[in-house]
């Protein structure tokens, strides 16, 4: 059975003849292949989707079903929902809007919602928030009780800004939910069409979109119950996306080269230093995770799913799980991500 299953990777693996004649891209790839099979088992053998390109060519791409537990195939076809790696389109977003003067990033919220022109009851102003700040989990918003609601009120009442805008970084759900307000009415058109139009649209990711209930899901891999894990508007600035590892690992390659849609400098806002998750220690940009110091740019979502860019070798590494339990003792996500990056840097 050993044998046979190496004999399914080894078909699954895509090579180009200058990899399979040995030399130093090969044995990165092999290590790559190897690392995937660890972090499978660590992950309760976990199915997966892989990806790594450089410049533009696919040098390893990979499926692994694990016996067949989702009950679909796993293949370049299966449209898998991404989580957190939604804030990345998002931030193409907003500095495509920039580009176009539509926003900026400075801008106060209170520009665009009407909530946020008064200091509300928390102990800062509301009127000191800026796009920026959403962007970079630096906001301080905080709902009554310090929860995230469902819905967002439409109103924004109850929303309080309880750390000082721009120095704190707080994982926000609720910032999140604040953004798709701005982007919204910003522009007077809700965030699919949006997303449709100005990044997954001109970048040729057919595959990739929102997914809500009631639309088909031949292609998506199995939805749990919960009616989270489907789209839900007034959520679809910090989740909600659905894509191929192919269209993933297309997305990260466009940010090698982004000038189509926005130019190097606002590619430099979302790859610079905003704050710092305190929880691991995890450098955060504006919807990316930093990984300046090796080179590497990381969008990462729940998971354990990652596609990280590498832009002194022009390498994008996609990995996309579905763990089946919880993480073994050895398995941590952020040296997940730094060994992505790794990898990329080393190809």
């Known amino acids: 059975m050993k044998l046979l299953f190496r004999a399914l990777i080894a078909a699954a693996v895509l090579l180009p003849a200058a990899v399979l004649a040995g030399n130093e891209q090969d044995t990165v790839l092999k290590e790559f292949d190897a690392y995937l099979e660890t972090t499978a088992s660590q992950l309760g053998d976990s199915p997966f989707a892989a990806v790594v390109s450089k410049n533009g060519e696919i040098l390893y791409e990979r499926y692994y079903d694990a016996g067949g537990v989702l009950g679909r195939p ?3 076809e299966s449209r898998w929902q991404v989580f957190s790696i939604t804030k990345s389109f998002v931030s ?3 500095l495509n809007l920039c580009r176009d003067g539509v926003m900026a990033l400075d801008d106060p919220v209170g520009k665009y919602l009407p909530a946020f022109r008064d200091h509300g009851g928390g102990a800062f102003d509301r009127n000191a928030v800026t796009v920026r700040h959403l962007l970079s989990h630096t906001s301080g918003t905080a709902y009554r009780g310090n929860k995230v609601p469902n819905p967002l009120p439409p109103g924004l009442d109850g929303i309080e800004i309880i750390t000082k805008p721009g120095v704190d970084f707080k994982y926000s759900g609720l910032g999140m939910m604040v953004l798709e307000r701005v982007l919204e009415a910003a522009t007077g058109k809700e965030v699919g069409t949006l997303m449709q139009e100005r990044i997954t649209g001109p970048l ?14 031949d292609r998506v891999l199995p939805l749990k119950d919960e009616y989270f894990h489907f789209s839900q508007n007034g959520k679809r600035a910090g989740a909600g996306l659905f894509t191929t590892a192919r269209d993933l690992n297309t997305f990260g390659q466009f940010w090698l080269s982004p000038q189509a849609l926005f130019p190097l400098s606002l590619r430099a806002q979302a790859w610079t230093f905003h704050g710092t998750r305190a929880s691991d220690g995890g450098r955060y940009g504006l919807m990316w995770w930093l990984f300046e110091d090796d080179g590497g740019y990381v969008m990462s979502g729940k998971d354990n799913k990652i596609n990280a860019v590498v832009p002194e070798t022009g390498v994008v590494v996609t990995v996309i799980r579905y763990p089946q339990d919880k993480p073994a003792e050895a398995y941590r996500f952020k040296d997940d991500k730094r060994a992505m990056v790794l990898f990329g840097k080393r190809l």
């Open 74 to 76: 796993v293949d370049a």
């Open 92 to 94: 193409a977003l907003v």
């Open 204 to 217: 040729g990711l057919a595959a990739t979109g929102y997914v809500y209930p009631g639309t088909a899901t």
